[in-house]
């Protein structure tokens, strides 16, 4: 292309760019991640908060779906738990009838959600239901092995109600196979009680009680039973 041609064609360009009102001031091009679109890390936080908001809403029952808590140390609890779940302790929530433990496990975990953790996996129960559905004769043996081994390595499991059951030799070898292969793997566990913690060797036996002990942080919920208040 000769000095001529060139000039013409930029002259005709010029044009044409200024009949359609086009911007050709040069500058930096917007080119930016859009924390909308995929590749910006907001993006892809929002899409963790949903995944895990979904999990947690398959497992929690309706009245705790959008439980809150706002005690500081279940608090600082699940933000441990959001930062490393495998370097978190276990949680026990104890005390009082209606005195908020199982709305505060909820909230617990919803918050956990709620930070868009890279791995959320988590699995809800009450001792009595986990005993009705672990119990041999029950249903299928494929359905009772994978039920365990979810209860066994699921990343945040709740465990509601501890001390409701009548305990048996049964019932003690269930519960120690839970608590040792968790406590054994650092995996965090929630438990809920009526039963103060040192009530726990007498409920559970030695040797789940002192892992117990070990492996969790304990909070006292007090006061009035919340559902007289309403
Ligand atoms: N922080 C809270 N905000 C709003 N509602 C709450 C809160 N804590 C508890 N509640 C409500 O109070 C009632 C009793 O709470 P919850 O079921 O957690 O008690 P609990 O200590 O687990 O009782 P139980 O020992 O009988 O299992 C529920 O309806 C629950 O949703
Ligand atoms: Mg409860």
Known sequence: MNTSIDSQFLARLARITREKGLDTTPGPVKDAPDPELPGHPTYHHRQRINAALTKFERVAPPRYLTATTQHPTVCD??????????????LMLWGGTGTGKTHAAFGAVRRIALTGPTRFGFLATTFPDLYAALRPGRGNDDERERLMRRVLTVPVLLLDDLGTTKSSSWTEETTYRIVNHRYNRMLPVIITSNEPPA????????????????????????????????
Not at 77 to 90: F, I, K, Y
Not at 200 to 225: C, K, N, Y
Request: glycine residues 4%; neutral net charge.
């Open 77 to 90: 609890w699940a933000d441990r738990v959001a930062a490393d779940v495998t370097q978190a302790p276990s």
């Open 199 to 230: 009530a726990l060797p007498a409920l559970l036996g030695d040797r789940i009680a002192s892992r117990l002990i070990e492996m969790t942080t304990r909070v006292e919920m007090t006061g009035a039973d919340q559902r007289l208040n309403r």
